[in-house]
């Protein structure tokens, strides 16, 4: 009887210890409703507090939701206030009594500027203007705003909204997200928050942006481009003008290049602030850099002309000796430290992860976001020049998540290039594998150490996933990035292969079981590469394109094109070159899911449908998927969902 009892006695014990364990699963595609995203962070005036926005998808309602909460600095209090508002731009009133934010009211278009109350209370309509709001900013005497606002839209007549037809003389005249371009303006106005008056600063035939007060409240910089017709050129300057109406602008620089994001010294004696690295009409392949100018006069320093890599995200330090900025690396994004007064550079921080989003208040207190490979953003205040983590919202989604094993390697392309990867497996010890060589858009960007919920998703149905950092990609300086100019699907793909040849020899990938996908860049180097290589058993190809030909004046690449690849009727061999996926489809074996968006002005939904019709016209097993109503980046989460469980589907049908 004793031993009877004992024996049930050490099950429940079993049973309990078992119950109180969480169960480790994989990741699901059904998980992005569970994932809180963080981002549009802002220090208080005092210090005490960070305001940021939390977004979420909403499965039931089919749409993303975002609210306001703040967190104290030392990460111990998280106060939500706001809840059913989809909140943007959000903002401390410099006296430290107010948040501010954009959002559409009640049924109403455009969004306007909400207030709320700090200690709490509901959120209270501030403007009621007719234009779209772009960007504001607050005068440091919280008495007025500065707002970058788009002239009304009069599309719709006034009896049955029935739009007007679309008329455009732009050189450029399609965006995506924007749609078809008219000539609106985009000007700068005064709004005063007692009275609610709005006064007019800024007029012309030119468009005004990144509007950011002076220091004293005197000035205010912003951005603008004043050539002759701005649709050709990506030319832009800093501007600065008194913040009284009828004030008359002073142009501040005058490079041919891009100028942008000014960020005014705490003295407001210099403004720090982003340029291209070259001063050509097109600039994508060059990595951007850290100037600072003075307001005394003289040339602009440029900061960071010596590391040859990107920089972003810039923000003082309180004595105004040093700007502090995000340096993009080889997979990396750590935060460094440029000296004013020598232009050195040193490491505040140095990890195989991703910062992201600096942001500080005037006495240079600064928050960051901060994600690694197994862990989505959060937020971190620097105590001095140490991180510290103060949010926790990735807890909960994390807790019932088998980590994925994530390494980075390198490989060797046939020509000699060295070229940087990251490997995802659910199980690290797992060899001969089926594998998703997952290439990144852009192209000028890179798979990078942060938390990556695409290509985890797909480790973790089974899949060896490979990010490859071909050439074309940020993080390894200019002469790699701009190495594929006007050369299209050459260089990226001997970079694919290169990666794939070495996770074949290594073991880790079955040779016979290998295939490709990717979204923007990445479907069209997808499409490249299948119709490079017929080893590719399976392919996903995301708003590609193949007949670049036919994308002449029906996406938004104009000034690309005639800078890179010439007008095509002057240079019919090298749009027919860089158009051999199409061109060659009967070469092309490997069984393709085509995906696109309705409305995409990107990368228009015409590119997959070309190649579909190829792969089908040659009886090569294809499917085409249309996400209605979206632009580049899907949206709505039902279709970002079925993005993610196609993709899975088709990889498992013909990988096996």
């Known amino acids: 009887m004793q031993r009877i009892f004992l024996f049930?006695?050490?099950?429940?014990?079993?049973?309990?210890?078992?119950?109180?364990?969480?169960v480790k699963r994989p990741l699901q595609p059904s998980d992005i409703y569970r994932l809180e995203r963080i981002g549009g962070h802002a220090v208080s005036p005092d210090g005490n507090w960070v305001l940021f926005s939390l977004s979420k998808y909403d499965s039931v309602k089919d749409k993303g939701n975002a609210w306001l909460n703040m967190v104290s600095w030392d990460g111990k209090e998280t106060v939500r206030l706001t809840h059913a508002t989809r909140a943007g731009a959000a903002a401390w009133s410099p006296d430290n009594k107010y948040v501010s934010f954009l959002a559409a009211g009640e049924g109403e278009e455009p969004s306007q500027i909400f207030l709320m109350d700090r200690r709490g209370g509901e959120p209270y309509k501030?403007?009621?203007?007719?234009?779209?709001?772009?960007?504001?900013?607050?005068?440091?005497?919280?008495k007025t705003i500065v707002l970058a606002i788009t002239d009304p839209n009069t599309a719709d007549t006034a009896k049955t909204k029935i739009r007007k037809p679309y008329v455009m003389d732009r050189y450029q005249f399609k965006r995506d997200y924007a749609g078809y371009l008219d000539d609106r303006k985009t000007h700068l106005y005064l709004f005063n928050v007692a009275t609610r008056k709005l006064d007019t600063?800024?007029?012309?035939?030119?468009?005004?942006?990144?509007?950011?007060?002076?220091?004293?409240g005197r000035s205010i910089a912003f951005v603008s481009n004043h050539t002759p017709d701005p649709d050709r050129n990506e030319n832009s300057d800093l501007f600065v003008i008194d913040a009284r109406p009828g004030a008359s602008a002073k142009q501040l620089t005058s490079f041919k290049g891009t100028d942008d994001r000014p960020v005014w010294s705490p003295d407001g004696s210099r403004i720090a602030y982003l340029r291209s690295a070259t001063d050509a009409d097109f600039n994508m392949y060059d990595p951007v850099q850290l100037a600072v100018l003075s307001l005394a006069g003289g040339e602009p320093q440029v900061l960071s002309a010596k590391t040859d890599r990107a920089v972003s995200d810039l923000a003082w330090s309180a004595d105004g000796k040093e700007v502090r900025a995000i340096?993009?690396?080889?997979?990396?994004?750590?935060?460094?430290?440029?000296?004013?007064?020598?232009?050195s550079m040193r490491k505040i921080t140095d990890k195989d992860a991703v910062y992201n989003d600096i942001r500080s208040n005037r006495s240079g207190k600064t928050a960051v976001l901060f994600s690694d490979s197994d862990t989505p953003y959060e937020l971190y205040a620097l105590d001095g020049e140490t991180p510290r983590r103060i949010t926790f919202a990735q807890d909960s989604f994390l807790a019932p998540i088998r980590t994925v094993f994530k390494k980075g390697f390198r490989s060797t392309s046939k020509d000699g290039t060295s070229v940087s990867s990251i490997l995802f497996q659910l199980d690290s010890t797992a060899r001969k594998q089926p594998t998703i060589m997952f290439i990144h858009g852009g192209p000028v960007a890179q798979d990078q150490y942060d938390f990556d919920f695409y290509r985890q998703v797909l480790a973790s149905a089974g899949f060896t996933v490979a990010g490859v950092n071909y050439r074309g990609s940020s993080g390894r300086g200019q002469a790699y990035a701009k190495a594929i100019y006007a050369d299209w699907g050459n260089k990226e793909v001997l970079d694919i292969q290169g990666a794939v040849d070495q996770l074949v020899a290594q073991g880790y990938s079955d040779k016979d079981r290998l295939g490709i996908a990717g979204w923007s860049y990445g479907g069209i180097l997808s499409d490249y590469s299948i119709a490079s290589d017929n080893?590719?058993?399976?392919?996903?190809?995301?708003?590609?394109?193949?007949?670049?030909?036919?994308?002449?004046?029906?996406?938004?690449?104009?000034?690309?094109?005639?800078?890179?690849?010439?007008?095509?009727?002057?240079?019919?061999?090298?749009?027919?070159?860089?158009?051999y996926p199409f061109l060659q489809a009967d070469k092309i074996k490997t069984p393709t899911l085509f995906m696109a968006s309705q409305n995409d002005f990107n990368v228009p939904v015409a590119g997959a449908e070309q190649m579909y019709q190829a792969l089908k016209a040659n009886n090569v097993p294809s499917r085409l998927v249309i996400y209605p109503g979206q632009n580049h980046g899907l949206v709505t989460p039902s279709y970002i969902l079925d993005r993610y469980q196609r993709t899975i589907g088709w990889f498992r049908e013909y990988l096996k």
Not at 201 to 216: I, K, V
Not at 327 to 343: C, K, M, Q
Not at 535 to 559: E, P
């Open 201 to 216: 600063l800024s007029r012309g035939e030119f468009n005004e942006n990144a509007p950011t007060w002076s220091p004293d």
């Open 535 to 579: 080893r590719y058993k399976a392919a996903v190809s995301g708003a590609g394109s193949a007949l670049q030909l036919t994308m002449f004046g029906t996406d938004q690449y104009i000034n690309q094109y005639m800078n890179e690849l010439g007008a095509p009727w002057k240079s019919l061999d090298k749009w027919l070159k860089v158009s």
């Open 126 to 142: 501030l403007t009621s203007i007719k234009g779209e709001i772009q960007s504001y900013d607050w005068s440091p005497d919280a």
């Open 327 to 343: 340096l993009e690396d080889d997979r990396r994004a750590n935060i460094v430290s440029f000296s004013v007064a020598g232009g």
């Open 8 to 22: 049930a006695f050490l099950i429940c014990l079993s049973e309990s210890q078992v119950i109180g364990q969480i």
